[in-house]
């Protein structure tokens, strides 16, 4: 039995002729493409989505909120912050580059754990990316020590 090959056709991974190598590569490809689909999925999975109303709903109370700071609410879904003395801001805690909620606020920006963007806490715009657009902000006022999304 000689080892001859015909130009074009599959090998196996001695090299050999035959079909054993090239469906052995195949599953290893779409093994390797269905893994970047999983990835990829797990990043959109982590989508969440805005509350649905929070008019009249009190976010948080004016002592918990720091002069040149803020504090997230997960259960709400909003970061409320205070970029001066007196002036109350509260914006979504979605993460506009991919739905990640955002979990800290230091330094002046509200940042986001999964890829790393920051946002101003004065107008929740973008300090740094990947995110490219702002977070959304909700109109709100103190009452009773409170602060309260319109």
């Known amino acids: ?70 504090k997230t609410f997960a259960d709400s879904k909003v970061v409320v912050t205070q970029p001066q003395q007196g002036a109350f801001k509260v914006f979504t805690a979605i993460c506009t580059h991919q739905g990640c909620v955002v979990d800290r606020v230091s330094n002046g920006v509200i940042k986001c754990p999964c890829h790393g963007s ?14 490219s657009k702002p977070l959304k902000e909700y109109p709100a006022q103190v009452k009773n020590g409170g602060i309260v999304i319109n």
């Open 1 to 70: 039995m000689t080892n001859e090959v015909t130009p074009g056709a599959p090998r196996d991974d001695a090299g050999s002729a035959g079909t054993g190598g090239l469906a052995r590569r195949t599953v290893l490809c779409g093994a390797g493409a269905a893994g970047a689909a999983l990835l990829a999925a797990g990043c959109a999975t982590n989508q969440n989505k805005e509350p649905k109303d929070l008019s009249g709903k009190q976010v948080a109370k004016t002592s918990d909120i720091p002069v040149g700071g803020g």
């Open 118 to 131: 920051e946002f101003k806490i004065a107008d929740g715009s973008v300090a740094k990316g990947p995110a």
